[in-house]
T-cell receptor, first 108, second 113 residues
Framework: DAKTTQPNSMESNEEEPVHLPCNHS???????IHWYRQLPSQGPEYVIH???SNVNNRMASLAIAEDRKSSTLILHRATLRDAAVYYC?????????FGGGTRLMVKP | DAGVIQSPRHEVTEMGQEVTLRCKPI?????LFWYRQTMMRGLELLIY????????DSGMPEDRFSAKMPNASFSTLKIQPSEPRDSAVYFC???????????FGSGTRLTVV
């Protein structure tokens, strides 16, 4: 499986935008980029996914580099409820393999 | 939609006992996944099913672990005999189209003493 690299942790101030980076230099042409997050004491939840083009939904935006070797999850206005572990995952099939993720801390 | 339903939420058992974890996927979802989460190893995929058929069980740690999906609305993960190192949170997830848009259950926290 292609591997992703994320910072272990990041801090943000409430109501400010957050950019969570992910490197995936060995991505193949058919790998989708998925983002999930896990709030404390809960199961992971789907955030967003994309292949080549940037994607937006009600939760976040996904910016994918032109060479697809990196991507950035953008939370436009962080709230305290966004404090979670964010996972960037590649997949070319049906299975998702979770790495360590980035622990996002949001300060009031 | 009640989401993915797992039971029990918490389970405490003694070493050597049999443990059965249960999962009801979202109706219409063809894929079902079992994950285990520990502090040391993070989230590990144990096994997944497509249309009730096990597709990949390479993550199942050893023969003590078994999983079944007798019908589209029910799956079990069984550990027999249980050991303290099996203590973890076990998550079930389902999806409509494979890797896109998993929905996870709330998990079962298993403690083996």
């Amino acid at each position: 499986d292609a591997k992703t690299t994320q910072p272990n942790s990041m801090e943000s101030n409430e109501e400010e935008p957050v950019h969570l980076p992910c490197n995936h230099s060995t991505i193949s042409g058919t790998d989708y980029i998925h983002w999930y997050r896990q709030l404390p004491s809960q199961g992971p939840e789907y955030v967003i996914h994309g292949l080549t083009s940037n994607v937006n939904n009600r939760m976040a935006s996904l910016a994918i580099a032109e060479d697809r070797k990196s991507s950035t999850l953008i939370l436009h206005r962080a709230t305290l409820r966004d404090a979670a572990v964010y996972y960037c995952i590649l997949d070319a099939g049906n299975m998702l393999t979770f790495g360590g993720g980035t622990r996002l801390m949001v300060k009031p | 939609d009640a989401g993915v339903i797992q039971s029990p939420r918490h389970e405490v058992t003694e070493m050597g006992q049999e443990v059965t974890l249960r999962c009801k996927p979202i109706s219409g979802h063809d894929y079902l996944f079992w994950y285990r989460q520990t502090m040391m190893r993070g989230l590990e995929l144990l096994i997944y099913f497509n249309n009730n058929v096990p597709i990949d069980d390479s993550g199942m740690p050893e023969d003590r672990f078994s999983a079944k999906m007798p019908n589209a609305s029910f799956s079990t993960l069984k550990i027999q005999p249980s050991e303290p190192r099996d203590s973890a949170v076990y998550f079930c997830a389902s999806s409509l189209t494979g890797a896109h848009g998993y929905t996870f259950g709330s998990g079962t926290r298993l403690t083996v003493v």
